[in-house]
């Protein structure tokens, strides 16, 4: 009875239903949800429901050939199916702030479809599909998180209903544009926005108007920079920033202004 969809998919729902292949209609109760892998894990009630078999994500090579079932743009086309080839294995993409790494598919993938199976040819979910607005009018480009990544966060989530142990820096970051680095005559690098009240980042001195520009001797300009870094860390490593603070002179709500220009 337990089923896999999308964080993004529920968020904002005070109930949710699962409806079978038969149209049989079942009320869902929600084990937990986790945000960064976008992954969210429902219970229903049911005789006779058949588990779907999963599949390994990491035998998986370029060209493998590959199916996505889902609902897209709603109930209308539902249990439509597309079928494709894998187009690359580890896809760095950045998602609310976060990198994660997904596999890209050419099989159609569209709004509706996000939380739904992606199949291998044996009839293995080797993926949950996953609809990514930023690439939405862009066609032959579908994601898929793995099937490895959803093992995991499913069973954390089955066993504390939510994922712990992941590592936290405690800020939150923005690139600053060139030609903003230019003008206002800052360093290139990260902007700080916010930095987590109680973390050992704020007792350490970060402040809100600091630019990160290197992390463990890493030079960063994305997220997907620190997020990398940061994805190899494990709870109560040190890591080394060094930043610019020199921004007496650089008034916040203007940097504040352009991060939300570029839809931050």
């Known amino acids: 009875g337990l089923i896999v969809t999308n964080t993004h998919v529920i968020n904002g729902a005070d109930s949710a239903t699962v409806t079978l292949y038969d149209d049989t209609v079942l009320n869902a109760t929600l084990v937990g ?35 996505a079932i889902g609902n897209p743009l709603g109930e209308q086309f539902r249990m439509t199916l597309t079928n494709g080839v894998i ?13 994660m790494t997904l596999m890209q598919t ?24 996953k609809m990514m607005s930023s690439y939405s009018s862009i066609e032959g480009i579908g994601f898929a998180i793995p099937s490895t990544t959803m093992r995991d966060i499913v069973n954390a989530l089955v066993k504390d209903g939510e994922v712990r142990g992941r590592p936290s820096i405690g800020i939150t970051v923005g690139a600053i544009p060139d030609n903003a680095s230019s003008h206002y005559d800052i360093p290139g690098g990260l902007y700080i926005s ?33 997020a990398e870094i940061k994805s190899g860390l494990s709870v109560g490593d040190m890591t080394k920033f060094v930043s610019y603070i020199g921004m007496l002179l650089w008034p916040i709500r203007q940097m504040g202004r352009i991060l939300s220009d570029m839809g931050k």
């Open 33 to 67: 949800a986790d945000s960064i892998s976008d992954i969210a894990l429902l219970k229903v009630k049911g005789i006779g429901l058949t588990p779907a078999v999963i599949g390994d994500s990491s035998e998986l090579t370029v060209g493998d050939a590959v199916a």
């Open 87 to 99: 187009s690359a294995i580890n896809r760095g993409v950045s998602y609310n702030g976060r990198s």
């Open 194 to 226: 916010d930095v987590t009240k109680g973390s050992d980042a704020e007792a350490k001195g970060i402040k809100v108007g600091d630019i990160l520009l290197e992390c463990n001797g890493v030079e960063v300009k994305t997220t997907d920079d620190v």
């Open 106 to 129: 050419n099989a159609a993938i569209n709004e509706g479809n996000s939380g739904g199976p992606l199949y291998n040819m044996y009839g293995q979910v080797i993926g949950i599909t």
